[in-house]
């Protein structure tokens, strides 16, 4: 009788992993929408694509009361254009496959799903417009990846961008960039605390939410840093700091200072030319670490509702200390 026990107890096991498995993953499929755009003969087919999915007048940035010649037109140039043609083939050549988006994409979801079980799968489609349309459009029930922006270094066209923006441009950080709009519905925030501390707490509960619901992506992917610059400033957090608070920074509120910080640039130059853009972005990303470090009960969904940001900062004990091994 012990043996039989024994048996159906490790049988129970196996069944309920196996459903915990299930539920560790949504599973995504993305629609290549893009073969039906190239696929057009006239304007009046796409037209006809913009009653289909009336999410593109959207993603185009086509106004709701604007009539569809505006855009179709000019996307039936672009599709109808040989060489653009020949772009999208390379583009899809280099997204043949996109197995490894989806899986991310379906196990990120599931991690979202266990914080928040109202959470419903959001349909994944693909574009290529000629960069007509948006890098991402991101809505609680639709995503749009245009394909076009994410060609990487070696693309024939690429997005008009500065050099230091365009790093984040390549297909590893489609997934991270993605996660971190979805993070922004449950990002909360006092609209009435404009401080640089505010901004930057948000900004690192948001880095926060991405690595939650995929651990297994880089940090240099989900800040956008190279991993040398990651490196570098984390071995000088402690300089970084001390600026910050030897200028008062953390409470400052005009809005030029704050971007200094915030903003995407080459080099935040005010403390060093080897220094990365944004540099307030990490400060407050490692903040939200340590308060989560501090606070090991607090979930996720919890963190993300929170909109003192005074609070998590005192909470996290932060100085400019490096994580303990």
């Given amino acids: 009788m012990k043996l039989i026990f024994v048996v159906l107890c490790a049988v129970v096991c196996l069944f309920l992993n196996a459903c915990n498995s299930q539920?560790?993953?949504?599973?995504?499929?993305?629609?290549?929408?893009?073969?039906?755009?190239?696929?057009?003969?006239?304007?009046?087919?796409?037209?006809?694509?913009?009653?289909?999915?009336?999410?593109?007048?959207?993603?185009?940035?086509?106004?709701?009361?604007?009539?569809?010649?505006?855009?179709?037109?000019?996307?039936?140039?672009?599709?109808?254009?040989?060489?653009?043609?020949?772009?999208?083939?390379?583009?899809?050549?280099?997204?043949?496959?996109?197995?490894?988006?989806?899986?991310?994409?379906?196990?990120?979801?599931?991690?979202?799903?266990?914080?928040?079980?109202?959470?419903?799968?959001?349909?994944?489609?693909?574009?290529?417009?000629?960069?007509?349309?948006?890098?991402?459009?991101?809505?609680?029930?639709?995503?749009?990846?245009?394909?076009?922006?994410?060609?990487?270094?070696?693309?024939?066209?690429?997005?008009?961008?500065?050099?230091?923006?365009?790093?984040?441009?390549q297909k590893e950080y489609v997934v991270a960039a993605i996660l971190f709009f979805m993070a922004k519905t449950n990002n909360k925030f006092d609209p009435a605390d404009q401080t640089l501390l505010s901004e930057m707490i948000w900004y690192g509960k948001g880095y926060e939410f991405v690595k939650h619901a995929a651990p297994q992506i880089p940090d240099s992917l989900i800040i956008g840093y190279s991993e040398q610059q990651l490196a570098d400033v984390y071995e000088s957090q402690q300089d970084v700091w001390a600026y910050f608070l030897d200028r008062k920074l953390l409470f400052q509120t005009k809005e030029e200072e704050k971007q200094r910080f915030l903003a995407e640039r080459p080099a935040t130059v005010e403390i060093s030319g080897f220094c990365p853009g944004g540099v307030g972005r990490w400060l407050g990303w490692r903040i939200v670490g340590r308060y989560l470090a501090e606070n090991p009960n607090v979930q996720l969904n919890e963190l993300m509702k929170n909109p003192n940001a005074r609070q998590i900062f005192e909470g996290a004990k932060y100085k400019g200390q490096k994580d303990e091994k």
């Fill in 23 to 169: 539920t560790d993953r949504a599973p995504v499929a993305a629609k290549r929408l893009e073969n039906e755009l190239f696929a057009a003969k006239s304007p009046d087919d796409l037209a006809q694509l913009l009653v289909k999915y009336p999410f593109l007048r959207a993603y185009l940035g086509l106004p709701t009361d604007a009539p569809d010649s505006l855009v179709t037109n000019q996307l039936y140039n672009n599709v109808s254009n040989a060489q653009l043609q020949k772009f999208k083939q390379e583009i899809q050549t280099e997204f043949s496959d996109l197995a490894d988006i989806e899986s991310q994409l379906g196990k990120a979801f599931g991690e979202i799903k266990a914080q928040y079980p109202a959470f419903k799968t959001p349909q994944v489609y693909t574009a290529i417009t000629g960069f007509l349309g948006s890098d991402l459009y991101v809505t609680d029930s639709l995503i749009v990846i245009g394909l076009d922006y994410f060609g990487g270094p070696k693309a024939t066209y690429r997005p008009q961008l500065y050099d230091y923006q365009l790093r984040r441009y």
